[in-house]
């Protein structure tokens, strides 16, 4: 046999001895099978755990927590997650904890976040190439551009964007808080229209539910622009007691189908609160299976879109980057200052009573967006 070729099969060998279910990795994972039992097959659960298992070690002994956002699959959101939710809620655990590491489990503008508001802080992304469709659509010049071209108007910006972008504006909002953004921004610059970019969708859906007037971009979520009214009928017509919950960044005809629109906390809220019978989530795959995870009175339909970005994702490359310390995601101090101004003017609003909800009777008066 090639030399070459003995090493590598011993080092396979070794590798599965390494990655093997045994006892102390059962006994290690119980409290996470307990949880995820009813919704992974033993076979996936012996494969998964000891990756959980080591992954929850070196977090340790390296002091280091993961960032799990609810779009990560279930071995990961439950598994190996410390805080979980949407971007900027981990983002903000993040800088309370006293982690030293920070791992991302999400897309690279979430990890540019994390870092612009912990600078002191390692930020990993198991993977580089976890972009986003909606972050992609903007460039820090094109904001200056539509600056350019609407002088003295607040520029409001989606957390979905890249720290340049971010750093070009004047208040972030996310789809939990974009209402309240608009409008405090209005009153606070004495103006009746704003600059809400680069989701055109999140853009119209918050059109319709303030009277002040938006100048938005052509960017749009890969995932939820798929979506249509149409579906959204048909699923009615196949699953008539079912509630439907959508998420803003879908198109509006989608909104106007729905029983309800909200961010993902707002969609998780719904369901744990009001423990609808049937239930379907218009937005990426894995939340529904997440939430699946607690809301165990509820089914599930599933007709859902991937987030290709967010299945970039592994426990295998979350391994990897913590045992290598790879790959660190740096923002340039001068940006990430000014990024961090535009991020604290969001953080610094009074936190809405409940998750914001898209209200339907508003929803219904149509109103334009301006697009540029
Ligand atoms: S789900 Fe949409 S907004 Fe989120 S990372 Fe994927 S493409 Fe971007």
Same mark, same amino acid.
């Given at each position: 046999?090639?030399?070459?070729?003995?090493?590598?099969?011993?080092?396979?060998?070794?590798?599965?001895?390494?990655?093997?279910?045994?006892?102390?990795?059962?006994?290690?994972?119980?409290?996470?099978?307990?949880?995820?039992?009813?919704?992974?097959?033993? !076979?996936?659960?012996?494969?998964?755990?000891?990756?959980?298992?080591?992954?929850?070690?070196?977090?340790?002994?390296?002091?280091?927590?993961?960032?799990?956002?609810?779009?990560?699959?279930?071995?990961?959101?439950?598994? #190996?997650?410390?805080?979980?939710?949407?971007?900027?809620?981990?983002?903000?655990?993040?800088?309370?904890?006293?982690?030293?590491?920070?791992?991302?489990?999400?897309?690279?503008?979430?990890?540019?976040?994390?870092?612009?508001?912990?600078?002191?802080?390692?930020? !990993?992304?198991?993977?580089?190439?976890?972009?986003?469709?909606?972050?992609?659509?903007?460039?820090?010049?094109?904001?200056?551009?539509?600056?350019?071209?609407?002088?003295?108007?607040?520029?409001?910006?989606?957390?979905?964007?890249?720290?340049?972008?971010?750093?070009?504006?004047?208040?972030?909002?996310?789809?939990?808080?974009?209402?309240?953004?608009?409008?405090?921004?209005?009153?606070?610059?004495?103006?009746?229209?704003?600059?809400?970019?680069?989701?055109?969708?999140?853009?119209?859906? #918050?059109?319709?539910?303030?009277?002040?007037?938006?100048?938005?971009?052509?960017?749009?979520?890969?995932?939820?622009?798929?979506?249509?009214?149409?579906?959204?009928?048909?699923?009615?017509?196949?699953?008539?007691?079912?509630?439907?919950?959508?998420?803003?960044?879908?198109?509006?005809?989608?909104?106007?189908?729905?029983?309800?629109?909200?961010?993902?906390?707002?969609?998780?809220?719904?369901?744990?609160?009001?423990?609808?019978?049937?239930?379907?989530?218009?937005?990426?795959?894995?939340?529904?299976?997440?939430?699946?995870?607690?809301?165990?009175?509820?089914?599930?339909?599933?007709?859902?879109?991937?987030?290709?970005?967010?299945?970039?994702?592994?426990?295998?490359?979350?391994?990897?980057?913590?045992?290598?310390?790879?790959?660190?995601?740096?923002?340039?101090?001068?940006?990430?200052?000014?990024?961090?101004?535009?991020?604290?003017?969001?953080?610094?609003?009074?936190?809405?009573?409940i998750p914001a909800r898209y209200d339907l009777v508003k929803a219904r008066h149509?109103?334009?967006?301006?697009?540029?």
């Amino acid at each position: 046999m090639h030399d070459g070729f003995a090493e590598v099969v011993s080092d396979r060998a070794h590798d599965a001895a390494a990655f093997a279910f045994t006892p102390e990795v059962e006994a290690d994972t119980a409290a996470i099978w307990d949880k995820l039992k009813s919704k992974v097959t033993p !076979l996936e659960w012996r494969l998964n755990a000891p990756l959980i298992s080591k992954i929850n070690r070196l977090k340790r002994q390296k002091n280091a927590v993961i960032l799990a956002h609810n779009y990560m699959t279930p071995d990961i959101f439950h598994g #190996v997650g410390d805080f979980v939710g949407d971007s900027l809620g981990l983002a903000r655990e993040a800088a309370r904890s006293d982690a030293k590491i920070i791992v991302q489990a999400g897309v690279h503008f979430m990890a540019e976040t994390s870092k612009i508001l912990c600078p002191d802080k390692t930020v !990993l992304i198991p993977d580089l190439q976890a972009g986003c469709s909606l972050a992609a659509s903007i460039t820090a010049a094109d904001v200056r551009l539509i600056k350019a071209r609407h002088p003295g108007l607040p520029v409001i910006t989606y957390v979905n964007t890249s720290a340049e972008v971010k750093a070009e504006t004047d208040i972030c909002c996310t789809s939990a808080n974009a209402v309240q953004v608009v409008e405090q921004a209005a009153k606070a610059w004495g103006v009746s229209k704003v600059i809400l970019i680069p989701d055109e969708f999140l853009a119209r859906n #918050v059109a319709r539910q303030t009277d002040v007037g938006i100048i938005s971009w052509k960017g749009r979520c890969e995932v939820h622009e798929r979506f249509s009214g149409e579906d959204i009928r048909e699923l009615r017509a196949a699953y008539p007691g079912a509630e439907i919950l959508a998420h803003p960044e879908c198109p509006t005809d989608v909104i106007e189908a729905s029983d309800f629109t909200g961010s993902t906390a707002a969609m998780t809220d719904y369901v744990m609160s009001r423990k609808p019978k049937q239930v379907v989530l218009i937005t990426e795959c894995s939340m529904a299976d997440n939430v699946a995870v607690d809301a165990v009175d509820t089914e599930f339909v599933r007709p859902c879109n991937l987030c290709p970005h967010m299945k970039r994702i592994t426990l295998q490359n979350i391994y990897d980057a913590l045992l290598h310390d790879q790959f660190e995601v740096t923002v340039d101090p001068a940006i990430s200052a000014r990024a961090r101004a535009a991020v604290q003017r969001m953080i610094d609003l009074p936190p809405p009573a409940i998750p914001a909800r898209y209200d339907l009777v508003k929803a219904r008066h149509h109103v334009d967006v301006e697009l540029i």
